[in-house]
């Protein structure tokens, strides 16, 4: 398995404010979903995952934005937000803080657009912050296409 570690930093530039607060409200969201009683965390993903359906008939429509801060497991917030600490703050670093902002959650909003014109009548909630983190890479490798990112290579026998 191999995974990135760390990349060339962007010097100077912005603090990278919302990358790293993004991480922090992540991690907290996360913890406060695997605090739930098995019944009740069905619930909450129901409630705060996009339900393509729901958008579809215009209802439940902040579940758009609340959806990015959800995810399926440790798999699934460790992952996604590695991706955010490697790669998004040299990002913001570049482009400034609500410039920033701005373009991720315009990111998690496309990738949640796209689910729901893929199968407008799906009930099955979207969660994750996946989408939004895949606009960051993108622009990433936009902006630092001759970047050095390190990696580590994991062997499992």
């Known amino acids: 398995m191999i995974f990135p570690i760390g990349d060339n930093q962007v010097q100077g530039g ?3 404010i919302f990358s790293y607060l993004l991480i922090a409200a992540n991690i907290l969201i996360f913890f406060l979903q695997v605090s739930l009683p098995e019944g009740q965390l069905a619930g909450f993903v129901n409630e705060y995952g996009s339900i393509p359906r729901e958008i579809s008939q215009g209802v439940d429509l902040y579940t758009l934005l609340t959806c990015m801060f959800l995810h ?5 917030l460790l992952s996604n937000m590695m991706f955010l600490w490697i790669f998004a703050d040299n990002v913001e670093s570049t482009i400034g803080n609500i410039p920033f902002l701005i373009f991720y959650i315009l ?3 496309a990738a949640s657009f796209a689910h729901i014109f893929i199968d407008p009548m799906s009930a099955i909630p979207t969660i994750g912050a996946s989408g939004a983190i895949s606009a960051c890479l993108g622009a990433y490798v936009v902006m630092y296409p001759r970047s050095q990112i390190q990696m580590a290579v994991l062997v499992f026998p």
């Open 14 to 16: 912005y603090k990278p």
């Open 72 to 76: 399926g497991g440790w798999g699934h």
């Open 107 to 109: 990111g998690g909003l």
